[in-house]
Antibody, heavy 119, light 106 residues
């Protein structure tokens, strides 16, 4: 079965960087791209960007474009999201999600990684 | 960016009720409209993709309709386990954008 397992919670200082991992299993990793979505406490869902697992192409939301990098490691079926220059309003749960092939809807999601930014 | 507007923001209903949630796009998204259910502390769950296709394993009481700019999610007979927040998501163009959510209560 498809399973996405994310790395554990992080507490970071303002200005630092965080790198969240998402390890996929149960299907052919190269066949499906990934999105990253975040959710601040008590708030809605926010799309951060997309990465192709076959060629590493990325597409970031303008809001994050100068601070985020998404990468893949095909040898371990893992995708990564690094967010730099963290601020307190980056405190959120970060989700990775595999995209299905019909309309690109995220169909399988990781369990989420809480990133807390606090001095 | 395409703006997605859901209504209502919150909804109180009774078990067995027919419930409808609406999502409107600021411009056409064709049928690239998807619906999610999220329970507290959990990741979103895909219910409907491509406006009206039921995701595998999702109960048939959930259905979706619409195209272009106006979409609806319908729960034909509300069950206690349906208490959650529901989001629409357009994947027609990047940045993909979510509606603000509809909190469903009994």
């Amino acid at each position: 079965q498809v399973l996405l397992v994310q790395s554990g919670a992080e507490v970071m200082k303002p200005g630092a960087s965080v790198k969240v991992s998402c390890k996929a299993s149960g299907y052919t990793f190269l066949n499906y791209p990934f999105s990253w979505v975040r959710q601040a406490p008590g708030q809605g869902l926010e799309w951060m960007g997309w990465i192709s697992t076959s060629n590493g192409n990325t597409n970031y939301a303008q809001k994050f474009r100068d601070r985020v990098t998404m990468t893949t490691d095909t040898s371990t079926s893992t995708v990564y999201m690094e967010l730099r220059s963290l601020r307190s309003d980056d405190t959120a749960v970060y989700y990775c999600a595999r995209e299905e092939r019909v309309v690109g809807a995220p169909d399988y999601w990781g369990q989420g990684t809480l990133v807390t930014v606090s001095s | 960016d395409i703006q997605m507007t859901q209504s209502p923001s919150s909804l109180s209903a009774s078990v067995g009720d027919r419930v409808t949630i609406t999502c409107r796009a600021s411009q056409s998204v064709s049928n690239y409209l998807n619906w999610y259910q999220q329970k507290p502390g959990k990741a979103p769950k895909l219910l409907i993709y491509a406006a009206s296709s039921l995701q595998s394993g999702v109960p048939s009481r959930f259905s979706g309709s619409g195209s272009g700019t106006h979409f609806t999610l319908t729960i034909s007979s509300l069950q206690p386990e349906d208490i959650a927040t529901y989001y629409c998501l357009q994947t027609f163009t990047t940045p993909n954008t979510f509606g603000q959510g509809t909190k469903l209560e009994i």
